[in-house]
């Protein structure tokens, strides 16, 4: 009873604080592979379009952010234009709206995880626990990633080949499915291919172990005929998709092709120059780091689990030989084997890239939690169990880089709210040392809006120094009887706030965004242990006033 009130807890802890919301921003890719580009799309809202959804490049497929974000704010429009309230399209909203679709989302894997448990031998409510505590289910499987997806589709790909494929204390025989079971395996497979080709590394050892369970004998002739179960599904999802993809890149200046977005993203990662542009990392990456950052302790016990069961197919080995070690029953006497299957072939599949984020190996939460909650002993370090996914679960959902969206709230009101209304009035809006800064929470009209975003990145502070000149000398606000009023923040994090100070522009007014984080600027240890801890831990967005006409010529310091 206690796992089970636990389990409600966790579970009403996600969707309330999908709610609140979470202020950290993980990556990029959470906005801009998703809501960024179906607000433009749908609701007409300023986006900064990425290149993988451009008709050029198509790299994306864009049917799960038609069904996910696309979704969202596809009610939202309706509500806009037929609900009883409007005005309730703003930048809360917009954030929180695909975001709560995904939460909902999410309770699938708890389903999946309550229909595997007893078939893997796992304890149902400590797996639960396990999952809805786990700082990855509360902060990556509430966000707009296509690795949720991914994760959500492994999850049932499992529910669907376990029944057969589940260890067992007896012998089983090979039953024969449903037709419509290997079509929805296929579609499953072709969907998950479709939304990031890495999920065939995640569906290799379950689709091997469901045909070679209900093969009538292990030869190729009858596991052949098991894929060949698969075909009609894989053929009619991937047709939707391909028909989907090439009617939403189509263009008036582009003949009418047949886009094949997973073709389009081999080509691109395949290439090792295009990979070192997003980083490149050690082979063992996954195992020795991203592994323990994501899972902890949990990543801990696979890898010892690992170790004893090579060791003892070793002492197998040399007691009984090769050929007798293979039909050996006794290594198989408990689901541990393939669940460790499960969980280190594709993490060892995904090492294999030199591109290696920790945020990739998310869908390997279900068969951990299994592994690690066997019914025969308790979830050990329990204590450190909870401080590692609560110190998880504030890092990345609070802290790291955590007064972006907030400020990008207060940007918004700041806009929408001009402070003399009958003026026209110029906004320039420069983000630098910050991530992308999603544009549709500001909630722009696409069309002439006089608010220009700018994202600097991690540019030098000389280069910085002169667009800030370049920009109070843009003819908008140069015109003849100053017709139009122009003002310009600059966001950028509490360490690198010195840096403006060698511009020698007039600061009108200052606000911080307490906490946020950057690892690509992070404040020394000095600083955070001076009376200014909290300026160098915040978001600091800076309106400049007009640089004096005697400081224009001045030197950078």
Same mark, same amino acid.
């Given at each position: 009873?206690?796992?089970?009130?636990?389990?409600?807890?966790?579970?009403?802890?996600?969707?309330?604080?999908?709610?609140?919301?979470?202020?950290?921003?993980?990556?990029?890719?959470?906005?801009?592979?998703?809501?960024?580009?179906?607000?433009?799309?749908?609701?007409?809202?300023?986006?900064?379009?990425?290149?993988?959804?451009?008709?050029?490049?198509?790299?994306?497929?864009?049917?799960?952010?038609?069904?996910?974000?696309?979704?969202?704010?596809?009610?939202?429009?309706?509500?806009?234009?037929?609900?009883? +309230?409007? @005005?309730? %399209?703003? *930048?809360?909203?917009?954030?929180? /709206?695909?975001?709560?679709?995904? #939460?909902? =989302?999410? &309770? $699938?894997?708890?389903?999946?995880?309550?229909?595997?448990?007893?078939?893997?031998?796992?304890?149902?409510?400590?797996?639960?626990?396990?999952?809805?505590?786990?700082?990855?289910?509360?902060?990556?499987?509430?966000?707009?990633?296509?690795?949720?997806?991914?994760?959500?589709?492994?999850?049932?790909?499992?529910?669907?080949?376990?029944?057969?494929?589940?260890?067992?204390?007896?012998?089983?025989?090979?039953?024969?499915?449903?037709? +419509?079971? @290997?079509? %929805?395996? *296929?579609?499953?497979?072709?969907? /998950?291919?479709?939304?990031?080709? #890495?999920? =065939?590394? &995640? $569906?290799?050892?379950?689709?091997?172990?469901?045909?070679?369970?209900?093969?009538?004998?292990?030869?190729?002739?009858?596991?052949?005929?098991?894929?060949?179960?698969?075909?009609?599904?894989?053929?009619?999802?991937?047709?939707?998709?391909?028909?989907?993809?090439?009617?939403?890149?189509?263009?008036?200046?582009?003949?009418?092709?047949?886009?094949?977005?997973?073709?389009?993203?081999?080509?691109?990662?395949?290439?090792?120059?295009?990979?070192?542009?997003?980083?490149?990392?050690?082979?063992?990456?996954?195992?020795?780091?991203?592994?323990?950052?994501?899972?902890?302790?949990?990543?801990?016990?696979?890898?010892?689990?690992?170790?004893?069961?090579?060791?003892?197919?070793?002492?197998?080995?040399?007691?009984?030989?090769?050929?007798?070690?293979?039909?050996?029953?006794?290594?198989?006497?408990?689901?541990?084997?393939?669940?460790?299957?499960?969980?280190?072939?594709?993490?060892?599949?995904?090492?294999?890239?030199?591109?290696?984020?920790?945020?990739?190996?998310?869908?390997?939460?279900?068969?951990?939690?299994?592994?690690?909650?066997?019914?025969?002993?308790?979830?050990?370090?329990?204590?450190?169990?909870?401080?590692?996914?609560?110190?998880?679960?504030?890092?990345?959902?609070?802290?790291?880089?955590?007064?972006?969206?907030?400020?990008?709230?207060?940007?918004?009101?700041?806009?929408?709210?001009?402070?003399?209304?009958?003026?026209?009035?110029?906004?320039?809006?420069?983000?630098?040392?910050?991530?992308?800064?999603?544009?549709?929470?500001?909630?722009?009209?696409?069309?002439?809006?006089?608010?220009?975003?700018?994202?600097?990145?991690?540019?030098?502070?000389?280069?910085?120094?002169?667009?800030?000149?370049?920009?109070?000398?843009?003819?908008?606000?140069?015109?003849?009887?100053?017709?139009?009023?122009?003002?310009?923040?600059?966001?950028?994090?509490?360490?690198?706030?010195?840096?403006?100070?060698?511009?020698?522009?007039?600061?009108?007014?200052?606000?911080?965004?307490?906490?946020?984080?950057?690892?690509?600027?992070?404040?020394?240890?000095?600083?955070?242990?001076?009376?200014?801890?909290?300026?160098?831990?915040?978001?600091?967005?800076?309106?400049?006033?007009?640089?004096?006409?005697?400081?224009?010529?001045?030197?950078?310091?």
């Amino acid at each position: 009873m206690a796992s089970r009130l636990l389990w409600g807890s966790l579970g009403l802890l996600r969707l309330v604080w999908c709610l609140l919301p979470q202020t950290g921003y993980v990556h990029p890719d959470e906005f801009f592979q998703s809501p960024e580009v179906m607000a433009e799309d749908i609701l007409g809202i300023e986006a900064a379009r990425p290149w993988e959804f451009h008709p050029s490049s198509s790299c994306r497929t864009v049917v799960f952010p038609l069904l996910t974000s696309g979704s969202a704010f596809w009610l939202l429009r309706l509500w806009e234009e037929w609900g009883p +309230w409007p @005005g309730l %399209l703003r *930048g809360y909203v917009l954030l929180v /709206g695909p975001r709560l679709l995904l #939460t909902a =989302l999410s &309770f $699938a894997l708890d389903m999946a995880v309550y229909h595997l448990a007893p078939l893997w031998g796992a304890e149902r409510w400590n797996a639960l626990v396990l999952l809805s505590g786990s700082y990855v289910t509360l902060v990556f499987y509430t966000r707009t990633f296509s690795n949720a997806i991914e994760g959500l589709l492994f999850a049932w790909l499992l529910a669907l080949v376990s029944p057969r494929v589940a260890w067992s204390p007896t012998p089983k025989k090979p039953t024969p499915c449903p037709w +419509w079971h @290997g079509w %929805l395996l *296929g579609g499953i497979v072709a969907a /998950g291919f479709f939304n990031r080709p #890495t999920f =065939l590394a &995640f $569906a290799l050892v379950p689709l091997f172990l469901w045909g070679l369970c209900g093969a009538t004998n292990p030869g190729f002739k009858s596991l052949s005929k098991e894929a060949l179960g698969l075909l009609p599904g894989v053929t009619l999802t991937a047709a939707v998709f391909v028909a989907v993809d090439s009617w939403y890149f189509s263009s008036p200046s582009r003949s009418s092709t047949l886009v094949l977005t997973p073709a389009n993203f081999l080509h691109y990662n395949l290439d090792p120059q295009n990979l070192a542009r997003h980083g490149t990392h050690l082979r063992l990456t996954h195992l020795a780091i991203n592994g323990f950052l994501l899972f902890g302790i949990l990543h801990a016990q696979a890898l010892q689990a690992a170790w004893q069961q090579l060791q003892a197919c070793l002492q197998a080995l040399a007691q009984m030989g090769f050929r007798r070690v293979l039909d050996a029953q006794s290594l198989l006497s408990s689901p541990r084997p393939h669940l460790l299957l499960l969980y280190f072939v594709p993490l060892a599949l995904l090492s294999a890239f030199s591109h290696q984020e920790a945020r990739f190996l998310i869908p390997l939460l279900v068969p951990l939690v299994l592994l690690c909650s066997p019914r025969t002993r308790p979830v050990p370090c329990k204590g450190t169990l909870v401080l590692f996914n609560a110190l998880g679960a504030f890092f990345f959902g609070c802290l790291h880089q955590g007064g972006l969206v907030p400020g990008l709230e207060h940007l918004e009101r700041v806009v929408h709210t001009p402070v003399l209304p009958s003026v026209p009035t110029h906004y320039t809006l420069l983000f630098t040392h910050t991530y992308m800064p999603p544009r549709h929470l500001l909630h722009l009209s696409g069309l002439g809006s006089p608010v220009e975003v700018v994202d600097m990145g991690g540019t030098e502070d000389q280069v910085l120094c002169q667009t800030l000149n370049n920009f109070t000398r843009q003819p908008a606000c140069q015109v003849a009887a100053r017709l139009w009023l122009c003002r310009l923040f600059v966001v950028t994090p509490g360490t690198t706030r010195p840096a403006m100070e060698k511009c020698s522009f007039p600061l009108k007014s200052e606000t911080l965004v307490f906490p946020h984080l950057t690892l690509e600027d992070p404040p020394a240890l000095s600083s955070l242990l001076s009376k200014a801890w909290r300026d160098h831990l915040s978001l600091h967005i800076l309106e400049l006033g007009e640089k004096p006409n005697n400081m224009t010529g001045k030197p950078l310091p």
